[in-house]
């Protein structure tokens, strides 16, 4: 038994952003204790006094005050979700960090809390680094000291403190075809806490949330955002704590057996990224924006303009054959299609979804030269060649099954249970990474393919690995060992993560890829509120927008051109429906939309992004630089038929007050449905027979641009150029 050393004077680590600071306090014998994360404090601003000359102990209470640290541990006095949880055969079940070490690896931005636990023989290592787009980076390495096992149960990549105030949490749900729905809860004391176990980020419970204070808009007020950079099971948590404020953890979900420190080994949590932001959900997305532009790995560290592709799964789906393939490559590059990707189907024995996953050479039947002549035939057509794969799954009715099937994850007694037809491949097992990889490998370097779709459609279950243990984690880091194995060897790919649409989009995988594709569903109405969700994390140029056919396939729902156009215009445009078959007047529309978004896309993909609603079913998205707002390209969408007889007008607070904008229509949508003589004299001037309309930024501001009357599902694009 031991006593808690005498007090003796504290320090302050302080951490200061540009518009945010994190302040710790350390005291000898003990983890660093929280005392702040939020808007900037002065440079020379510390606590009035140390945290425990504040308080004075309740009554019934531990003699010792134990307030919130960088990683509370369970058994030792404090009661709420505690940074860790493990023992050694049932043993040494609680822990107390009572050496601390500081090591500062950027003066002010970056440091490192070294802990160590001598009685249950065990370290830990938290690193904080808050950057200048104010975003906190947490990341924690656990090791095992011991002579023995250490079984973990539980280990935080972060714990941060909430203020008090924090009143509501907005986070993120959905399913296949229609994810990022937002879900708004109030903050209260009873725990708040989502878990994912389905082995992938999955479509249901994205690893990441906003918290808002009282009176937070898009605009402005403070609210806080955290996200867990990994795409396997994941848990977070809001806890109200004793002294009224709250703390909210993020981390790995751990099955049960799937973490067993041998003595010197460790466990790394994946980062976790936090952010707080005094300009509402708009700023708080900047922040993001920012840290995900930093992970993304370019060929020659830089993102070229995102280019126009088209991919071929609702075109053709299975039916492959090869001279309408061709004609389909021909019909893509004339309305000016930069990409072309050759979706699911392609490979030995794929004629649906039942069977050949695993057996990735190009069918004989369909492709009896193999792929090179349909990608030259692209190349010849002034387009890049792009691929779907989808390396970790395999059918059950398929060469690579029938010759290794001990190669997927499966438990013994347990039967082999199909999602899509499909099972799960133990890529942690080198002789699988390597037959992947050898796959991959030969038929990139046989066809000039510069873009991979990389899918993966099914959840994981019985995900035992070769010794019956859970390999949830260890499935994700090979997935991720995989990916780097493939990008050293061909640095020129872009890779797309796919999953079912949407089901592994997180900034641990964008830390190996380039592109998300957001969804599968290409129903525009839909569409606006899973890409308005997926950008409060992501920025608009990683996020895949596809122009998709009517009706759409994943809905039913028909929608003009003009609209579906719209929608998928700000981000990184596609097309997915059969080109060959639209009129020559859709034909020609889909063209115009083509060269506008080639016209726009280096303002709409780099800067900031700022989503609003004008009210009566209207929503709106603005493009701009990040600093200055001199110009400015803004989506207006109507999802609903009005029930007002004059729409309310277009308010856009971000706009520089001190100067003046000329207004220009972008879009052509029909002018009998929006006439006013605001509106045709927009529409004439973008025609260049007229005068441009000006306006001040302080009226757009404050009281905004009257808009013209729309249909339900239409779309108008403006542009506010800087007088």
């Not at 510390?46 to 003699?63: C, F, H, K, N, Q």
């Not at 097992?429 to 873009?451: A, K, N, Q």
């Not at 994700?476 to 020129?492: M, T």
Request: charged share 20%; proline share 6%; aromatic share 10%.
């Amino acid at each position: 038994m031991s006593t808690h050393p005498a007090e003796s004077v504290c320090q302050f680590l302080v951490l200061h952003g540009t518009d945010t600071s994190a302040v710790l306090e350390t005291r000898p014998g003990e983890a660093p204790l929280w005392r702040y994360w939020g808007p900037r404090l002065p440079t020379d601003c510390l606590p009035v006094v140390p945290l425990r000359d504040g308080r004075a102990i309740p009554p019934s209470t531990m003699e010792f005050d134990q307030p919130l640290s960088v990683a509370p541990t369970f058994g030792v006095g404090w009661y709420g979700q505690t940074a860790l949880l493990a023992h050694r055969a049932g043993t040494q079940f609680a822990q107390n960090f009572t050496e601390c070490r500081v090591e500062w690896v950027k003066a002010g931005l970056a440091l490192i809390v070294h802990l160590n636990d001598p009685v249950a023989q065990l370290s830990l290592a938290v690193q904080l680094e808050l950057d200048t787009h104010d975003v906190l980076r947490l990341h924690s390495r656990l090791v095992n000291d011991g002579t023995n096992v250490l079984d973990v149960q539980w280990l935080a990549a972060g714990t941060l403190p909430l203020p008090g105030s924090a009143g509501q949490v907005r986070s993120y749900f959905g399913q296949w075809a229609n994810e990022f729905q937002l879900q708004t809860e109030a903050l209260s004391r009873s725990l708040w806490q989502r878990e994912n176990r389905r082995g992938r980020t999955s479509h249901d419970t994205f690893p990441g949330a906003v918290v808002t204070l009282p009176g937070a808009t898009e605009h402005t007020g403070t609210v806080f955002g955290a996200h867990l950079a990994w795409s396997g099971n994941h848990r977070q948590c809001i806890e109200w704590l004793h002294d009224g404020q709250f703390q909210w953890q993020m981390g790995e979900w751990l099955a049960p057996g799937e973490v067993r420190l041998a003595p010197g080994e460790a466990l790394a949590s994946p980062v976790l990224y936090a952010s707080c932001s005094t300009a509402g959900l708009n700023g708080l997305a900047a922040n993001f924006h920012a840290a995900v532009r930093g992970l993304l790995p370019w060929a020659g560290g830089k993102m070229r303009l995102r280019p126009v592709h088209l991919n071929t799964w609702e075109a053709v789906y299975f039916d492959h054959r090869f001279d309408e393939l061709k004609a389909l490559v021909d019909a893509a590059a004339d309305i000016g299609v930069e990409r072309f990707v050759l979706d699911d189907g392609w490979f030995h024995g794929r004629h649906h979804d039942r069977a050949a996953l695993g057996d990735w050479w190009p069918d004989e039947d369909k492709y009896p030269d193999g792929l090179l002549p349909l990608a030259q035939h692209v190349l010849e057509r002034g387009m890049e060649f792009g691929l779907w794969v989808e390396p970790e799954m395999v059918n059950p009715d398929s060469e690579l099954f029938r010759a290794h099937p001990g190669w997927v994850l499966q438990l013994e007694g347990r039967p082999l249970l199909t999602m899509r037809n499909q099972l799960v491949l133990d890529v942690g097992r080198p002789e699988v990474g390597d037959y992947l990889f050898s796959r991959l490998d030969t038929i990139l370097r046989s066809v000039p393919i510069s873009y991979l779709k990389w899918d993966m459609n099914r959840d994981l279950t019985t995900a035992g690995d070769a010794q019956g243990r859970a390999a949830y984690r260890s499935f994700v880091h090979a997935f991720y060992a995989l990916l780097e194995r493939v990008r050293a060897a061909h640095p020129a790919v872009e890779i797309e993560s796919c999953a079912s649409g949407g089901a592994r989009i997180d900034f641990g995988v964008l830390a190996h890829t380039h592109r998300v594709w957001t969804s599968d569903c290409n129903d525009a109405v839909s569409r606006v509120a899973i890409q308005r969700g997926a950008l409060q994390f992501f920025p608009p140029e990683i996020l895949g927008a596809h122009i998709g056919p009517a009706p759409a396939h994943t809905t039913g729902r028909s929608q003009s051109l003009n609209f579906r156009a719209g929608v998928a215009l700000p981000g990184h445009l596609g097309i997915e429906t059969d080109v060959r078959h639209l009129n020559a007047e859709q034909r020609a529309a889909l063209k115009q939309w083509i060269a506008l978004y080639k016209e726009l896309r280096e303002r709409l993909h780099h800067g900031r992004v700022w989503c609003g609603e004008v009210g009566d079913g209207v929503v709106w998205q603005a493009h701009g630089d990040e600093q200055a707002r001199d110009e400015v390209i803004v989506f207006v969408y109507r999802l609903t038929p009005t029930t007002h007889r004059y729409t309310p007008p277009l308010r856009l607070p971000f706009l520089d007050k001190a100067i003046g904008y000329i207004v220009r229509r972008l879009d052509p949508t029909l002018a009998e449905w929006t006439s006013s003589p605001l509106n045709d004299a927009l529409l004439v001037a973008a025609a260049g027979l007229g005068e441009p309309v000006h306006a001040h930024g302080a009226w757009l501001a404050e009281v905004g641009l009257p808009l013209p009357r729309m249909l339900g599902e239409s779309a108008l694009i403006y542009r506010f150029s800087a007088c």
